[in-house]
């Protein structure tokens, strides 16, 4: 008797033209992030902004970057980060990469940080789309379903907090938008001048 196989959990995408991974197919994926300090974030009012940029572009580029070999996908669902390969990928690499992601932020702020990782194997579809060939059963949507249980296990600081060189300093980010925001006003402040012609 044939054992019928577990439909695998989706993230969808708008529109997947350009895209290495082909829809239907079924992919690694990593779910990562650093669970956000509520202390923190209420004596600083900075921390909030630096945690969304952190991990909202400087962290999905870094694991981009670091792991480009296996053609990383950064996709969101319903505001949840996931990161989807397209070739052979370490699971070992990946968990030590984020450890240090961890570690590294934990150092920044002054402050450890814990986070949430998870991998399995997710499909690959586009909205309002059935796929052409998919070798597996197609489940619920990833965000939606109970297997989102299985890539929310806690991920633990290890060691000291320490520079791994991944991401903008919070010194050196606060300073940048210090800066911009001086730029800002002087050009509001230089647009609101009266000009006179004689």
């Known amino acids: 008797m044939k054992k019928e196989k577990k439909p695998v959990p989706v993230l969808y995408t708008t529109n997947a033209k350009g895209s290495l991974s082909r829809p239907g197919s079924v992919n690694p994926t990593l779910h990562f992030y650093i669970q956000m300090d509520e202390e923190l974030a209420n004596e600083d009012p900075k921390y909030k902004a630096y945690y969304e940029d952190m991990m909202f572009h400087e962290i999905p580029q870094a694991i981009v970057n670091k792991f480009v070999i296996s053609q990383p996908l950064y996709i969101t669902n319903d505001r949840i980060p996931f990161f989807m390969f397209k070739s052979n990928i370490d699971e070992w690499s990946v968990k030590e990469f984020c450890k240090a992601i961890l570690q590294e932020f934990s150092f920044h702020t002054g402050k450890d940080h814990n986070g949430i990782y ?61 800066r911009e925001e001086l730029e800002a006003d002087a050009k509001a402040a230089s647009a609101e001048e009266e000009v006179v012609n004689w």
């Open 118 to 178: 998870g991998f399995g194997k997710t499909m690959f579809l586009e909205n309002g789309k059935k796929p052409r060939f998919a070798f597996s059963a197609h489940g619920e949507k990833l965000t939606r379903s109970e297997d989102l249980k299985d890539f929310q296990n806690p991920i633990e600081l290890e060691g000291d907090p320490a520079d791994q060189g991944i991401m903008v300093p919070l010194y050196a980010w606060k300073e940048e938008k210090r």
